[in-house]
């Protein structure tokens, strides 16, 4: 009686771990399948190009006068 139970324990613990075993197989694949499709339909967009910058210590006159104007604004408090 003792070795039909550890029989069947042994058993089902061999389905049960082949079951995870086999379903996360599976898994890996189907998702390795669906990236690449994904990736081979739905390419990245393009990245667009980025503006040119202002050199540093350059400011156009209108910026430089919004500055000064808060500056002042500022320390009239």
């Known amino acids: 009686m003792q070795q039909e139970i550890i029989q ?3 058993d089902l613990m061999l389905y049960g771990m082949g079951t995870v ?3 996360l197989t599976l898994l890996v694949i189907i998702t390795g399948i669906m990236s ?3 990736t081979r339909f739905f ?6 190009v ?3 910058p202002v050199p ?3 400011v156009d ?7 000064k104007a808060a500056i002042e604004q500022h320390r009239k408090r």
Do not use: D, N, Y
């Not at 390419?43 to 667009?48: H, I, L, M, R, V």
């Not at 006159?61 to 500055?67: D, E, K, M, N, Q």
């Open 36 to 38: 690449s499709l994904v």
């Open 8 to 10: 069947q324990g042994a």
């Open 43 to 48: 390419p990245e967009a393009e990245k667009p």
């Open 61 to 67: 006159a209108r910026t430089l006068a919004v500055i």
């Open 21 to 23: 075993f086999t379903f």
């Open 56 to 58: 540093v210590g350059q």
């Open 50 to 52: 980025a503006p040119v």
